[in-house]
């Protein structure tokens, strides 16, 4: 025996969907550093041959591609996932934000990619470019994850953001 089929669509779940603020603060901070390895990462003391971010150390463009990629990834989960935002990619997204933060910071002190030729490097322009741009991304990646909705659990959808800390306590 078969049941009747309708035409009737199930009402639209209204869900709560994470604020876009983070995802924007962490893609301006993704694209400043992705500026910054066609930028001149350090300078030898003794010569005028100042050397871009590529030229430096390749872990510099990599983080710079993987920012990319975790920025597409980002856009894509704010489009399709339920709530706006998937919680794991969020914080991956962070942590590399903070590698890099890292990367530039000690890079900033002490600038690599002159040991093996013997050179007396100084940090450039390029270096301060990634660390801002670095941080941005770190901040705005913390922003979108501190979001309710990443939280795969049914009270989020009766949460507030505003009596979230109520909540809490």
């Known amino acids: 025996m078969t049941s009747a089929r309708t035409n009737v669509t199930p009402a639209p779940r209204s869900t709560r969907r994470a604020r876009t603020t ?26 005028a041959d100042p050397r871009t971010g590529y030229e430096t150390d390749s872990l510099v463009p990599f983080i710079a591609y993987l920012g990319l990629g975790l920025l597409v990834a980002l856009v894509y989960a ?17 942590a590399v934000g903070i590698a890099a933060t890292l990367q530039c910071f000690f890079f900033a002190i002490n600038p690599m990619g002159g040991l093996e030729r013997g050179d007396d490097l100084s940090s450039d322009i390029g270096v301060w470019v990634g660390l801002i741009g670095a941080a941005i991304w770190t901040v705005g990646a913390a922003m979108l994850a501190k979001e309710i909705e990443g939280d795969d659990d049914e009270r989020t959808d009766n949460y507030t953001r505003d009596s979230a800390s109520d909540h809490n306590s």
């Open 78 to 94: 704010a489009k399709r996932a339920r709530r706006g935002q998937h919680r794991g990619l969020t914080l991956v997204t962070m």
């Open 22 to 47: 983070g995802l924007a603060a962490a893609a301006a901070g993704i694209v400043i550093f992705n500026i910054s390895p066609l930028m001149n990462w350090v300078n030898p003391d003794d010569s």
